[in-house]
Nanobody, 122 residues
Framework: QVQLVESGGGLVQAGGSLRLSCAASGRAFSSYGMGWFRQAPGKEREFVAHITRSSWPYYADSVKGRFTISRDFVGNTVFLQMNSLKPDDTGVYYC????????????????WGQGTQVTVSS
């Protein structure tokens, strides 16, 4: 069982930055791939970024070059550094943990956090 708690969301102007954190508790954090998804009002939850057990990152095309995912194995935390934010980045951001290979799909994850709101104003 893994528990995930996101933090760091907020309101920011377009062009600004935010850093999201996801604190993981439970067993074997290092054995999970970790992902970030987001969901805008009225839209499906979509993949944002993934980091493997060996810290290889993968990104959605829409955030490539602007967002950076990282993980701290000592603190059992995953981070999402978001720069050059756009209004289209607005949504609830969810952290997830999984061992599946389908890292860009919700089915690839077994555990989810409650989410943190990110709002980017124009």
């Amino acid at each position: 069982q893994v528990q995930l708690v996101e933090s760091g969301g907020g309101l920011v102007q377009a062009g600004g930055s935010l850093r999201l954190s996801c604190a993981a508790s439970g067993r074997a954090f290092s054995s999970y791939g970790m992902g970030w998804f987001r969901q805008a009002p009225g839209k499906e939850r979509e993949f944002v970024a993934h980091i493997t057990r060996s810290s290889w990152p993968y990104y959605a095309d829409s955030v490539k070059g602007r967002f950076t995912i990282s993980r701290d194995f000592v603190g059992n935390t995953v981070f999402l550094q978001m720069n050059s934010l756009k209004p289209d980045d607005t949504g609830v951001y969810y952290c997830a943990a999984g061992r599946g290979s389908a890292y860009a799909q919700r089915q690839g994850y077994d555990y989810w956090g409650q989410g943190t709101q990110v709002t980017v104003s124009s």
